[in-house]
């Protein structure tokens, strides 16, 4: 999977696809061997020819919030997916049959009419494979998943398994969300040609209001075919061809005219202007093999000890941490939800959000692209510690992964390789230097970071990193109850860090628990006033320390309400949000809003 592309399934003049979303079956296997279903080989058998209890499981979603079983829920290790499908009989002549995941949580194993055709682990990441020799054209096929939620020492992120006194298996985690799992992105089928466009990266050099240089590379798959040649072209919004190129040779470079900018929401009346890449194989005789359209922007990013800037314009972040969470379908992907949330943070008027704490589904990163929301990008690892050469492994195979499907989103502006990992341990410094080098090593064009949770003085891992993330709960974590004393602490630290590091600065998360609807007047912890006044007591320092010019963003700890683990801190999950998870505004989002409007105004 690392040595391939990773484009998203498209239909065109030469490719086809359809969607195998829908009503899949569903075992849930004992927790352990013999019976977690590899022993008796449920992977070449029928489910309907097992002696198991088979339910129905949308795809795609999480799993464990659709039935009222806790034992589903509270699962640990395997559950068992299978689909019956169609393949068209005409597809027997388009060349390639591949079926692609958007991401199965945690570790997957894939098989087509009983034969095993891949298996991929770390969530959150597309994965495929090629089918066309085990599929049957014509007739009905089955698809059998084998999806694992296991976390260890050394997954991304790590966990522990461990049992009960009445020897029931438990998975336990440090980090503040719910461990969903299953099947909680689509699955395409699609075809490409036998000859066909693998990979495409496309990166701007240089770009202002008269030209653009773009520079790409392609990488095609050339099964023997003699003669083929590679052509690019570059079309505005309306269809119009801006530029033509070659890239028999891989790569090259287009020069734009007059380009229209990516420019972030708020910052330009014309926010998330895309443009069509396309990129076409031709034979000797001027036939069209291939075909792929990708939509790219055209921006740049700079990034000084002081500054960030797009297109040369300097950058304040505002918007939140998130996550991809709802009721009952738990991480999986929901066009009505996604939407819903892209409407709120335009009406709160934020300019950014992180994918806290793990790469967010294509479909919502497409909506950041057209919108021109500007994104941190995280990989999986949160909490992460140990810090072994096994982890390293696994969290740089994450980020390759990561950078090969997001590399050419131009709402991606910085990388994150990890939320509040243990940098404390001496470890952690050699550790996160080789994972900035492997981020460097993909992606040179974007800045990044590694949100921090330890004091400014207890690590030196952000020495590698473009800009100092770090989280801080005044008023919460530290002295709650408390907020006198918070505007003070956070213009400090924020100095603090940016002194050592000299380096731009962003808070990445701090906010407090609230539940909507709890009112108190003095303001008391968890109540919505409580909620609001804390806010006001950063705002006095995040305004203050942006006199300074090194602090460049502000990111309120979240978005919306979520699910975590159950554990006495938590009423419900956690109730940090502005939004409550049925994604509607608490006090503190009328407040917000104010703010991040009037930010928008002064930029
Ligand atoms: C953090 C974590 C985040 C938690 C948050 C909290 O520092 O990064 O995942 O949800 O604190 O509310 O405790």
Redesign the pocket.
Known sequence: NIDTGILYPQESETRQKLSLDGLWNFVQANESRPFDGFTEYWYKKRFIDLNVTMQLMPVPSSYNDITTDWKLRDHVGIVWYEHNFYVPKVWSDLGMVWIRFGSVSYAAQVWINGVKVVSHQIGHLPFKADITNYIKFGQQNRVTVSCDNTLLDETIPQGKVSSLSNGRLVQTYT???FNYAGIDRSVFLYTTPSVFIDDITVTTESANNDTAVLNYTVVYINNDMNNVSCRVQLLDKVGETVATGSCDKGSGQLLVENPKLWWPYLMHERPGYQYTFVVKLIDENNKLIDIYRLLIGIRTLNWTNDSFSINGKKLYLHGF?RHEDSDIRGKGLDFPLIIRDYNLIKWVGANAYRT??YPYAEEIMDLADSMGIMIIDECPA?DIVGFSDGLLENHKTSLTELIKRDKNRPSVIMWSAA??PRTQYPAAKPYFEAVINHIKELDSTRPTTI?E?QAYTATDSSLFVDIVSF?R?NGW?INEGNMDAITSAVISEATNWNKKFQKPVIIQ?Y?G?TLEGLHFLPDYIWSEEYQVDLMSEHFKAFDSLREQGFFIGEFI??FADFK?AQTYTRVGG?K?GIFTRNRQPKSSAHFLRRRYWNLAKNL
Request: charged residues 25%; hydrophobic residues 25%.
């Open positions: 980090f503040d969300f941490g806290s704490h949160v939320n509040e949100v949770a989280n709960y974590y998360e906010g628990d700890w979240n975590t956690n940090k």
